[in-house]
Every structure is written in C-alpha cells, then in structure tokens.
C-alpha cells in the first residue's frame, strides 16, 4: 500500500499491561510522527524521529512510554503497565524529508487503545 | 505551551450553505494547516498557508493566513453531506511539533 499503516487498529488492555503499537511508514519518508489523540480532542505530539534516531521525545507523557525505529523504517510505541488515562487513539504519521521546516505529514488511520 | 484556540466547537449546517471556521493563538506560527478527519481515519491535510496574509483555494475550500501570524481561517462554499467531519487547524514553527486545535465538528443536513 501507499500509505501509512498502523497495527493493530484496536487495541484493547487490562490496567498493567504492556502494549506495543506498530507504524509502517510510507516508503522513503526519512521523518516519523507519534501523536497521542484522546477524544474530542487533537492530536497532540508525542515523539519524532529522523530515520533511526530519536531527536524529540518531548510530548511523551511519562517513562512508562517508549518508542523505536530501529532501522530507519518501522517504529514501535510501547507502553508499560497501561493506566486507564492511557486510552486514546495513537496516530503515526511520516514525511519525506527531514523536519528542518515543515514538510507535509502524512497520517496513518491510528490504532485505538482503551485500557479497561 | 502554546495553545490554539478553534472556533466553533461543532456546527450543524444546510447542504448548500457556506461554512466558516477559525482559529487562533497565543503566540506565532510561520505554517499553518487545516486537516480534515473522518471517524477511524487519520487526519488528512486539505490546505498549508506558509506566508502571512497567504489566501489559497481547494476547490471549494479557501484558507487565509492571518497577517498578524496568530490567526488562520478556513471557509467551505456550498457545502455538500461528503464535507461532514471534524476539521483541526495545526501550527508549526520551524521544525517545532505541529500543534492542533481541538476541531470543528462539521454535519451537513441534506
């Protein structure tokens, strides 16, 4: 496909366990997005990578969170013992070239989490 | 952090009628975005604007960057029932995170 994909598209976890979230991004796109959306609201910015490294990890909300691109391509999220304020969607999103200024992103269809 | 501020939170709209949304913020923005998301998709971007004062169309979309660099709106003109969504204007400044607003949420009655 084209596009940014995301697995699972749902997600759902008992409160205390991990969870690992998984964005492919599209082919090439140097740059990748997380962004945590809980509803009614925007998305709000969690982590961006620049193929494998890790430049901003600012938005994540507590050392429970984790994220990794290991080779530049594929990224993970993961989240430690899952607390119910975790729920939310988790949007992935990549660009082609690096964010030195703006550079349009493209969104995955996000993987839902509801934390029970 | 900086906040952006959208208006109004939903509206409810005849098929045919024209449609307009704002918004604003605290501190300045050198990029703004209006993305439009439909339920179980990710955002999908419709108009960047990248210069203060910028008009730019998409069809039947107009966005303008506010010349003071805080404010952006978006109009939609004879809206049909396919417009229905939450629409999210997002900031940027350099290579900063975007920032969203909370949305638009949009129905159209036919």
């Known amino acids: 496909g084209a596009g940014v994909s995301q697995s699972p598209r749902y997600k759902v976890a008992k409160r205390g366990q991990d969870v690992a979230l998984r964005c492919d991004p599209i082919s090439g796109h140097v740059s990748l997005f997380w962004y945590q959306q809980a509803l009614g609201q925007g998305p709000e910015f969690l982590t961006y990578?620049?193929?494998?490294?890790?430049?901003?990890k600012s938005g994540l909300p507590s050392d429970r969170f984790f994220a990794e691109r290991p080779e530049g391509s594929v990224s993970t999220l993961k989240i430690q013992r899952t607390q119910q304020e975790d729920s939310a969607v988790y949007l992935c999103?990549?660009?082609?070239?690096?964010?030195?200024?703006?550079?349009?992103?493209?969104f995955g269809p996000g993987t839902r989490l509801t934390v029970l | 952090g900086q906040q952006l501020n959208q208006s109004p939170q939903s509206m409810f709209i005849q098929e045919g009628e024209d449609v307009s949304m704002n918004c604003t913020s605290s501190s300045i923005f050198n990029t703004w975005l209006w993305y439009k998301q439909e339920p179980g998709e990710g955002p999908v971007l419709l108009i960047a604007?990248?210069?203060?004062?910028e008009l730019t169309s998409n069809g039947r979309l107009t966005a303008q960057f506010g010349i003071t660099r805080k404010d952006s709106f978006l109009n939609i003109s004879a809206s049909i029932p396919s417009d229905v969504g939450i629409y999210f204007c997002a900031g940027a400044v350099g290579n900063t995170p975007l920032v969203f607003g909370k949305g638009t949420r949009l129905s159209v009655i036919a």
């Open positions: 990578f620049q193929n494998e490294a890790q430049l901003d």
């Open positions: 999103a990549s660009s082609l070239a690096p964010a030195s200024s703006y550079n349009e992103q493209f």
């Open positions: 604007l990248y210069k203060a004062g």
